[in-house]
């Protein structure tokens, strides 16, 4: 029973503070300002995520870019070694290999 008289008097005081609201703040004036600033900040939060998402493509260009210089290095130093250590066949002479015997 105290409960649902403290539960009353909540409900009745809050209705009055509202009802006595609009008298000292205009409700318009305060909804249009804070629909206004979450405009302002998802504004803001979409150009903060498309500078993070520029910022991750620049990181993914240089590591492709260093990725491909690496491997290219590679592919040199190995096509140089193979073609300084291997002997070279001349077309005439070909290399005969003997069949493979069939099991």
């Given at each position: 029973m105290?409960?649902?008289?403290?539960?009353l008097?909540?409900?009745?005081?809050?209705?009055?503070f509202?009802?006595?609201l609009?008298?000292?703040v205009?409700?318009?004036?305060?909804?249009?300002e804070?629909?206004a600033?979450?405009?302002?900040?998802?504004?803001?939060?979409l150009?903060a995520?498309?500078?993070?998402?520029?910022?991750?493509?620049?990181?993914?260009?240089l590591?492709?870019?260093?990725?491909?210089?690496v491997?290219?290095v590679?592919?040199?130093?190995?096509s140089?070694?193979?073609?300084?250590s291997?002997?070279?066949?001349?077309?005439?002479q070909?290399?005969h290999?003997r069949?493979?015997?069939?099991?």
């Amino acid at each position: 029973m105290l409960e649902g008289l403290l539960l009353l008097a909540l409900g009745s005081g809050l209705l009055a503070f509202l009802s006595w609201l609009p008298q000292k703040v205009d409700a318009m004036v305060v909804v249009s300002e804070a629909i206004a600033d979450l405009i302002r900040g998802l504004g803001q939060l979409l150009e903060a995520l498309l500078g993070l998402a520029a910022v991750i493509l620049i990181a993914m260009l240089l590591l492709a870019g260093l990725l491909a210089l690496v491997s290219g290095v590679f592919r040199l130093v190995k096509s140089f070694t193979r073609l300084i250590s291997s002997e070279r066949v001349k077309p005439s002479q070909r290399i005969h290999r003997r069949p493979r015997p069939r099991r």
